[in-house]
């Protein structure tokens, strides 16, 4: 249930929780909010998107200037895509440059989106200022209002699911260093051990 809802699958999980007769964690409509933001964002729409969360709650971006810079960055890398060079120059002008003077953490990141201007999608670009047009980039800054809203609903940012593979694989690590046990594929989805045939018993 934290999986389905952390990642947003809302129909998988109103039908879970029936289901499995469990109370829901969240309003589930809250769940859509959040896909309809994420979907904003990944197709290059940061006006809606911003639009979207303060309705949702207008303290996220207000108390999270890190976030908001961030958005508009995205905004600017868009203008950029878009070939608005005049638009961008001015937007990053009005907007950004006074937010970098605010918070220099902030200038690193407006210097590389800025470096765009002077390849314009030449493939010669360094591959830190490409990978600012790549879709990677939108599903970054995607996954980071995402966790700022589940912030703000009071619910974990990252999948448990996640975190108890990672607590998996490292356990595996540290009995590996001092005995023979069986281990899990998760690639092939069989445990296996050190004395068997190797096709292992499916899970």
Wanted: no cysteine; proline share 4%; glycine share 6%.
């Amino acid at each position: 249930m934290d999986y389905l809802v952390i990642e947003g699958y809302k129909s998988a999980a109103v039908e879970f929780s029936q289901e499995a007769s469990l109370a829901a964690p969240v309003d589930f409509d809250s769940i859509e909010n959040r896909m309809n933001i994420r979907e904003a964002l990944q197709r290059g729409d940061v006006e809606d998107a911003i639009t979207r969360v303060n309705d949702l709650n207008p303290d996220i971006l207000d108390t999270n200037p890190a976030l908001y810079f961030h958005l508009q960055q995205q905004r600017l890398i868009e203008l950029i895509r878009d070939n608005r060079i005049d638009e961008a120059l001015q937007f990053a002008q009005s907007e950004l440059a006074p937010r970098g003077e605010e918070n220099p953490e902030f200038l690193a990141d407006l210097e590389k989106t800025m470096t765009l201007l002077a390849f314009e999608s030449s493939p010669a670009a360094p591959p830190a200022v490409s990978e600012l047009l790549s879709s990677g980039q939108r599903q970054k800054t995607a996954g980071e209002v995402n966790a700022a809203v589940l912030e703000s609903l009071s619910q974990g940012k990252e999948v448990k699911l996640v975190g108890l593979l990672k607590l998996l694989s490292w356990g595996e690590s540290m009995l590996e260093e001092r005995a023979e046990f069986p281990k899990l594929n998760l690639q092939e989805g069989t445990v296996t051990s050190d004395e068997d045939d190797g096709n292992g018993m499916k899970i």
